[in-house]
């Protein structure tokens, strides 16, 4: 049985018009280009810290009352329980992550089942070309199937050999680490595979479809 989630904060209505007023601005776009053999992405600097970045509210999850759910233009849609999750291949990853905002964290370890776990478990349809990822808090992003048909990609649920706290997107956040974080949906709770791309809650307010840090595709 679904329950209703409990979302606890406040959207903070004056960083997300901070955040379309970027875009309107194109702030921090460098426009140097990316260095020959460079690790951190043009515009961006490197920090120690891990920021939180999301709309405000997070959604107050257990593992058991989380699950993921698969449709649209694939051969078995599919929905994961945290049980489910857990009998998938695990795999561990270490990444850097660019957020838009200009920050980049370096050597991030994490554990999680590998996002071609979920294509072979769901088979994408020939005519599929985009995910669409919906989030507990309401959050939405749009990423190509060719950006998670990838072997770095992954459904995240161990940070540090920590569980992944609900700040970071816990229990379970999608995480793409070579496009810039935003297209990192935390707590995730759906996918649906489209012909067509549509924006999601970034991309609708100015940001980029696709959003790869090295060409700083940050805004549309
Ligand atoms: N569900 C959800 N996922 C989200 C967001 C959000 O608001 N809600 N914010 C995105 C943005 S803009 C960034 S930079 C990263 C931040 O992840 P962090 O808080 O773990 O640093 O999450 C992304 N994923
Ligand atoms: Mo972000």
Redesign the pocket.
């Known amino acids: 049985m679904t329950k209703d989630v409990e979302l606890v904060g406040k959207v903070k209505d004056k960083l997300i018009k901070t955040k379309e007023d970027w875009a309107k601005e194109g702030r921090g776009l460098s426009g140097e280009g990316a260095k020959a053999g460079a690790r951190l992405p043009p515009g961006q600097h490197l920090t120690k810290d ?6 405000g509210v997070q959604p107050n999850l257990v593992p058991k009352d989380w699950s993921l759910s698969v449709a649209g233009q694939v051969k078995h849609p599919l929905k994961w329980s945290w049980d489910d999750l857990m009998k998938q291949q695990q795999a561990e990853f270490v990444n850097d992550i660019h ?3 200009t920050w980049s964290r370096y050597d991030n370890t994490w554990k999680g089942v590998p996002m071609r776990a979920l294509l072979d478990a769901c088979r994408p349809m020939d005519t599929a070309r985009f995910l669409m990822v919906k ?3 309401g ?1 939405s ?1 749009n990423v190509p199937l060719a950006d998670v048909d990838r072997d770095d990609v992954f459904l995240g649920h161990t940070w540090d050999n920590k569980p992944l706290a609900r ?3 816990g229990p379970v ?1 999608l995480v793409v680490p070579h496009l ?3 297209k ?4 995730i709770r759906h996918i649906t595979f489209m012909e067509k791309d549509q924006p999601g ?2 991309e609708a307010r100015g940001y980029h479809m696709r959003g790869d840090p090295w060409p700083e595709e940050r805004y549309s």
């Open positions: 891990f920021p939180v970045l999301d709309l957020c838009v905002t989030s507990f808090d959050y992003t700040d970071h997107g956040r810039y974080f935003w990192s949906a935390k707590w809650y970034w």
